[in-house]
């Protein structure tokens, strides 16, 4: 089966602009989780969904994060604007259901800089 | 608060040896554990996972062993290869608010030596 896929891989951007980040979970997985790794760190959830429905943003810095999941599979995640701490890997991930415990199948991330 | 954390950062280790890396958990409802490997530039990758009501499973060269009197995880790699070079993390799920919810920890970075 096809993996978790994100885009950009990679993005530079200065601070107080905007950036967004895309995913495709896997096919057919209802949940989709939102990970910020910074550098030397574990991943921390930001956001989760299942299906089109946010379960979990409890972690989200609401004033300047934001993600979607509207029709329920793809993703994207936005940062307006960006500090000099958003600096990290933001990593997607998927499971078939947020009910059963089942492990989380991860992308490759973005890399996002803030200069 | 809550927490994952692992006793070493970095474990080096010959090639061929055995490694064990080791992980703490805090909260006494986690019922599920995954393994994550995780190499430069890349996701985590699933390695092994292991259900509270188990005590110990085998993969292939990989162990997971629970001992959740003490909260305790631990990664036993067999006959350790330069390809296990990376690193690892535990996570700990548990059930809340009607979710399964993930905590990491903070990982430790494996060194094979050759």
């Known amino acids: 089966e096809a993996g978790v896929a994100q885009s950009p891989r990679y993005k530079i951007i200065e601070k107080r602009q905007s950036v967004a980040f895309w995913c495709n979970p896997i096919?057919?997985?209802?949940?989709l989780y939102w990970y910020q790794q910074i550098l030397g760190q574990g991943p921390k959830l930001l956001i989760q969904?299942?299906?089109?429905?946010?379960?979990?943003d409890s972690q989200l810095p609401k004033d300047r994060f934001s993600a979607e999941r509207l029709k329920g599979v793809d993703s994207t995640l936005k940062i307006q604007p960006a500090k000099l701490e958003d600096s990290a890997v933001y990593l997607c991930?998927?499971?078939?259901?947020?009910?059963?415990?089942?492990?989380?199948?991860f992308g490759n991330g973005t890399r996002l800089t803030v200069t | 608060g809550e927490s994952v954390g692992l006793h070493l950062p970095t474990l080096s280790v010959q090639e061929g040896d055995n490694s064990i890396i080791n992980c703490a958990y805090s909260?006494?409802?986690?019922?599920?554990f995954i393994w994550y490997k995780q190499e430069s530039g890349k996701g985590p990758q699933f390695i092994i996972d292991?259900?509270?009501?188990?005590d110990k499973r085998q993969g292939q060269r990989v162990t997971v062993l629970l001992n959740k009197t003490v909260k305790h995880l631990s990664l036993q790699i067999a006959a350790t290869q330069p390809g296990d070079s990376a690193v690892y993390f535990c996570?700990?799920?548990?059930?809340?608010?009607?979710?399964?919810?993930?905590?990491f920890g903070t990982g430790t970075r494996l060194k094979v030596l050759a």
């Open positions: 991930a998927s499971s078939p259901s947020e009910r059963s415990n089942s492990p989380l199948h």
């Open positions: 096919s057919g997985h209802a949940t």
């Open positions: 969904f299942q299906n089109n429905g946010v379960v979990d």
């Open positions: 909260n006494s409802a986690s019922d599920y």
């Open positions: 292991i259900r509270s009501n188990m």
């Open positions: 996570a700990e799920g548990k059930r809340a608010s009607g979710t399964y919810k993930y905590i």
